[in-house]
């Protein structure tokens, strides 16, 4: 199993570093770089990955415990 890190930003996106594969709902692979930021606050026009839309409307990335 490779070694996967992820981190949650605060107030962005989960930071995902390491080798991972990540595949579409058609079946096919998406070719990703080493990390790369998965968006949380599901304003992003590149779901499922962030593209900073979180910093135009203040997302509130606080976690429950």
């Known amino acids: 199993m ?12 989960y930071i995902v570093d390491g080798d ?4 579409a709902p058609d079946g096919r692979e998406l070719d990703l770089p080493y ?3 998965l968006c949380r606050c599901a304003r992003s ?7 900073g839309a979180h910093a ?7 976690l429950a415990n």
């Open 2 to 13: 490779p070694d996967v890190t992820i981190t949650v930003g605060e107030d962005g996106p």
């Open 20 to 23: 991972i594969r990540l595949t």
């Open 35 to 37: 990390d790369v930021g």
């Open 45 to 51: 026009a590149n779901q499922p990955f962030c593209d």
């Open 56 to 62: 135009t409307y203040d997302f509130d990335g606080t």
